[in-house]
């Protein structure tokens, strides 16, 4: 299957699957950040949208371990950046219809939670076919050492994802399974 066929088919799934009732268990993130030795308290992740898995209550839990919390907003070119945002803190809509910080601070995390559409077993990903994942990744490589974590839900799993150069692996891919 290409790419556009993955997404189609998951998509699909995702839209009609009872996913309200599927989390991530925060012991195995908690897990990978011992494991890595990550020192750091910057932690980006996301706002869920379009059936995405729902990182809010991890949000929450690295919030009350004094993590600072950042979350993505749009740019021009498929670029994006990360700004900080608590919980406390208002949020604005995008054009895509995503909640984004109002936030004028730049955060670049040392932990990111990506969403996704699918993955394989090898951390690759598909996500909505913007690059803005992949485009930010790569820039904030060169700059410092950061821990990608991918969150999905286990039918989001793909036996293969076509790959192209342009297309950034994760570190760790985590889902409802894992624990």
Same mark, same amino acid.
């Given at each position: /299957?290409?790419? =556009?066929? $993955?997404?189609?088919? $998951?998509?699909?799934?995702?839209k009609f699957s009872n996913t309200q009732k599927i989390h991530i268990n925060f012991s195995s993130l908690w897990k990978i950040i011992k494991k890595e030795k990550i020192k750091g308290k910057f932690l980006g992740g996301y706002y869920p949208y379009n059936y995405e898995l729902n990182d809010l209550e991890i949000l929450k839990k690295f919030e009350?371990? *004094?993590?600072?919390? !950042? ?8 670029? /994006?950046?990360? =700004? ?10 995008? @054009? ?10 730049? $955060? ?11 993955? %394989? ?10 690059? =803005? ?6 820039? @904030?490589?060169? *700059? ?10 286990? =039918?989001? *799993?793909? *036996? ?10 994760? %570190? ?6 894992? !624990?």
């Amino acid at each position: /299957m290409n790419k =556009f066929e $993955i997404r189609k088919k $998951i998509f699909n799934i995702r839209k009609f699957s009872n996913t309200q009732k599927i989390h991530i268990n925060f012991s195995s993130l908690w897990k990978i950040i011992k494991k890595e030795k990550i020192k750091g308290k910057f932690l980006g992740g996301y706002y869920p949208y379009n059936y995405e898995l729902n990182d809010l209550e991890i949000l929450k839990k690295f919030e009350e371990k *004094k993590f600072n919390i !950042s979350l993505p907003k749009i740019k021009a070119h498929s670029n /994006m950046n990360f =700004f900080k945002w608590s919980f406390s803190e208002p949020l604005v809509t995008n @054009i895509f219809g995503i909640p984004e910080p109002i936030s004028k601070q730049i $955060i670049y995390p040392d932990i990111i939670l990506v969403p996704m559409v699918a993955f %394989d077993q090898n951390f690759n990903r598909i996500g909505y076919g913007g690059g =803005f994942y992949d485009r930010y990744l790569k820039k @904030i490589k060169k *700059k410092k050492r950061i821990v990608s974590i991918g969150l999905a839900y286990s =039918f989001q *799993k793909v *036996k293969k994802i076509p790959v192209n150069k342009y297309d950034i692996k994760l %570190d760790y891919v985590i889902t409802e399974k894992d !624990s």
